[in-house]
């Protein structure tokens, strides 16, 4: 065995991973990478189908972004945001803002000037003023957690008990905090101790829902559902159940469009805009996690045709960098992290509104103070990497390159409704989650123990493509910058590994 894989034999212990199963064999040891593809300590190449677990962006290794850090590096790598205030933070905050608050042209131009300005009023209500800078996604979601928590006790007294609703297989991280939010079994049976309570709403898992009365189909399950929107029923009758007992919910926590690591579930057109303006309606803040969504992962336009290709280019870029955006809801917290570098350094921001900011202000002695942060709160060359980041973001050469991406991907992934565990591809933007099946005409699952999507994904790596499952659905989330011929391989990696399970 290889050095380095020695090493890591001996002294690494990996996240999320049965260190018994790693010991059995020889770990892929990555050496360099560029582009999409990664390298091995042998040489070998891979595919990395999953942007490195959903975080970069442009590709391993982009010239525009190695510079912007070799840059920064001459000048300084870290100072506090402890008592200083740096330059590549503050710029990066006022960026953020921006992006954040731009919206798409208007939906319904027929519908007037009247409902515009509405919509333009509950904009600037909801508009994201202020950056909290910190780590990870788990600290983006933490830090909007104890804000939301704080700000609706100073609201309602400070002997209120703020509840939390979010949605059923959330996850949003692994810190404690994030931990309770999100509704993993797995998780509550191991740290339930650790927990507090927060509540959970179904989410609308189309393809699985008790309520879709459609056989299924070769298609994606959102497009030939049989429901009444008995989801949304749901979440309107939580928030009604939760007021009756006088302690109305704080916040609705979710993902807008997609729920990641719940298993690739995307929502059908018009649940966010429904659920969200039930939650206004209960006086709930809104918490939109964007971690995985965020960065223009979920697309350029839901179908796109040369037309809206045009026009996704000569509108701003960047109005369609949120889920969030792409669906007129504006939030109270916006949580990112994953993409904000790129993929490049480990960096998040979780963005607030001038309301809430105003809650915590105060005289020194009063306490209002946010009492959170962390050592590298504002980092100089996380900043420097997620401004040169969201500048490749905004040229019309990457809008071009995801539109192209996002049609690709549409195409190659049309050819897996032809095998018989393929029960469900689910597709928003660049990013698609292929649910395996026992037998696509009954949506007889997989037990977790046959290991299906985990053999899918080894076979997969033996032919040059890395990625990883979440449970039986396969996530393919590739770097914008894959060509259609590594698409090619990619697809085709899944088509002939997943012909395998039988
Ligand atoms: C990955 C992820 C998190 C947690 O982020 P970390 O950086 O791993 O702490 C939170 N929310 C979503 C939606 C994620 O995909």
Known sequence: MNKLAQLDHAHVWHPFTQMRDWLRREPIVITSGNGAVLRDVHGKEYLDANASIWTNLHGHRHSKINAAISRQLKKISHSSALGFANEPASLLAEELVQLANKRLPAKRPAAGKLWNKFRDQAFERHKLEKVFFSDDGSTALEVALKLAYEFTRRARGTNSKPRFLSLAGAYHGDTIGAVSLGHVDLFH???????????????????????????????????????????????????????????????????PLMQGAAGMIPQPSGWLEQTTEIARAHGALLIADEVMTGFGRTGISCRITRDTLESAVARPASAALFATGRAEVQPDFLCVAKGLTGGYLPMAATLTTQKIFDAFLGEYEEFR????????????????????????????????????????????????????????????????????????????????????????CEAMAKRGVLTRPVGNVIVLMPPYCTTKAQLQKIVAALAQSAAELG
Not at 433 to 439: N, P, Q, S
Request: net charge positive.
């Open 369 to 456: 103070t946010f009492f959170h942060g962390h050592s590298f709160t504002g980092n100089q060359l996380g900043a420097a990497a997620a401004l040169a980041s969201l500048d490749i973001l905004q040229t019309e050469k990457s809008v071009r390159q995801r539109a192209q991406l996002q049609k690709n991907l549409h195409a190659e992934l049309q050819s897996l409704w032809f095998l018989p565990n393929v029960g469900d591809i689910r597709q928003v933007g660049l990013v698609a989650g292929v649910e395996l099946v026992k037998d696509w005409r009954t949506r007889e699952p997989f037990a977790l123990c046959e290991r299906a999507g985990i053999r899918v």
């Open 189 to 255: 049976k191991a740290y339930g101790g650790m927990l507090f309570k927060t509540d959970q709403v179904m989410a609308p898992y189309c393809y699985r829902c008790p309520f879709n009365r459609a056989k299924p189909e070769r298609a994606d399950a959102r497009k030939y559902r049989k429901c009444s929107w008995e989801c949304v029923g749901l979440v309107e009758r939580k928030f009604s159940a939760q007021k009756k007992k006088g302690n109305p919910f704080a916040a609705f926590v979710f993902e």
